[in-house]
C-alpha cells in the first residue's frame, strides 16, 4: 500500500469557486462548454446565441441569459447530437429573436434582479446577497441565484449556509454544473474526499469538456494515495487546459513520480 501524497503547498482545487457572471468573453465560454472558440464565434454571428448589450463583432461578450443556449447545446452534446443538430435544436429555440444572416443579437437593456445581484457581486459590492435572495423571491434564475449566493455565504464564513444554497440550487437543477463543482470544492475544502471526488464527477458527467475538473478530480486520488488514477486525470486536465495551465499538472506529476521512485527503492 503506497503511502498517501502529502496535499502539496499552494496545490489547491483549481479555480475556486464558479459561479455564474454578468459578463464572459468567448474564451470563457470555450473554457466552461468545452466549445472551439471559432464555433462560438459563428454560433454568434449566425444568431444562434445572443450577445449581451453593446457587444461587438469580433469582441462578443455574453451575459447570463446566452449561458440558457450553451447550456442547452451542452446538454444535446451529451445526449450523442452531431454538432449539425445541435445547430438545429438552438435555431428552433431562438424563435424570440427572429435572427438574420450576419446579425447579431442583441438583448434589450433591462436589469432584473438577478441580473443587478450579478452585476453587483462583479463589483463585490455587499448588496448582491438582498438581490440575489430578491431574484428568488421573483423566481428568477432560482440554481443560479442560490449558486452565487452559496458562494457569498462562504466568503462570509458561513460554510453550512453555502452547503445549504448549494444543494438547494441541485434541488431546483439536479444537473446544475456550477453548484456541483462547488460543493466538491467545499467537500475538498472540509477533507470529505469522498464527497468531492462524487460531486467532481457528477460535474464531469455534465461537462466532460472542462479541464479543471480533471485537476482537481486528479489531487483527490493524489491525496488518497491513488497515483495511477491520479496521473490519468492530470494528464487528461492538461490535455484540455490552455498551454499556460500546464505547469501547475507537472508539477503535481512530478511530485507523484517522486514518491512513486521512493516507495519501489523501499
Not at 473554457?31 to 446565441?49: C, S
Request: hydrophobic letters at 35%; proline letters at 5%.
Amino acid at each position: 500500500m503506497v503511502d498517501p501524497i502529502p496535499f502539496p503547498a499552494g496545490s489547491t482545487p483549481r479555480s475556486g469557486f464558479e459561479r455564474v457572471k454578468s459578463v464572459y468573453t468567448v474564451l470563457e465560454i470555450s473554457r466552461q462548454f468545452g466549445l472551439g472558440e471559432h464555433i462560438i464565434r459563428r454560433w454568434t454571428r449566425e444568431g444562434l446565441v445572443p450577445t449581451a448589450a453593446g457587444s461587438r463583432t469580433g469582441e462578443f461578450r455574453y451575459d447570463f441569459r446566452a449561458l440558457t443556449q450553451f447550456r442547452r447545446a451542452r446538454e444535446l452534446r451529451n445526449q450523442g447530437l452531431s454538432l449539425r443538430q445541435v445547430e438545429a435544436e438552438l435555431q428552433g429555440q431562438m424563435n424570440l429573436y427572429p435572427p438574420r444572416e450576419g446579425h447579431l443579437v442583441t438583448l434589450p437593456i433591462r436589469r432584473s434582479a438577478f441580473e443587478e445581484a450579478v452585476a453587483l457581486h462583479d463589483r463585490g459590492d455587499p448588496r448582491a446577497s438582498d438581490c440575489y435572495r430578491r431574484a428568488l423571491e421573483e423566481q428568477e434564475c432560482v440554481p443560479d441565484a442560490y449558486c452565487n449566493l452559496g458562494i457569498l455565504e462562504f466568503d462570509r464564513g458561513n460554510v453550512a449556509e453555502a452547503f445549504d444554497c448549494f444543494t438547494k440550487a441541485l434541488s431546483h437543477d439536479p444537473r446544475h454544473f456550477e453548484s456541483h463543482f462547488n460543493l466538491a470544492h467545499l467537500y475538498f475544502e472540509s477533507g470529505d474526499l469522498r464527497l468531492a471526488r462524487l460531486h467532481y464527477e457528477l460535474a464531469a458527467r455534465i461537462e466532460p469538456a472542462f479541464g479543471d475538473l480533471y485537476f482537481n478530480l486528479g489531487l483527490v486520488h493524489a491525496v488518497k494515495g491513488e497515483f495511477e488514477q491520479a496521473v490519468d486525470l492530470l494528464k487528461k486536465a492538461k490535455e484540455l487546459s490552455a498551454e499556460d495551465d500546464g505547469s501547475r499538472v507537472d508539477d503535481i506529476l512530478t511530485r507523484i513520480a517522486g514518491i512513486l521512485r521512493s516507495t519501489s527503492e523501499r
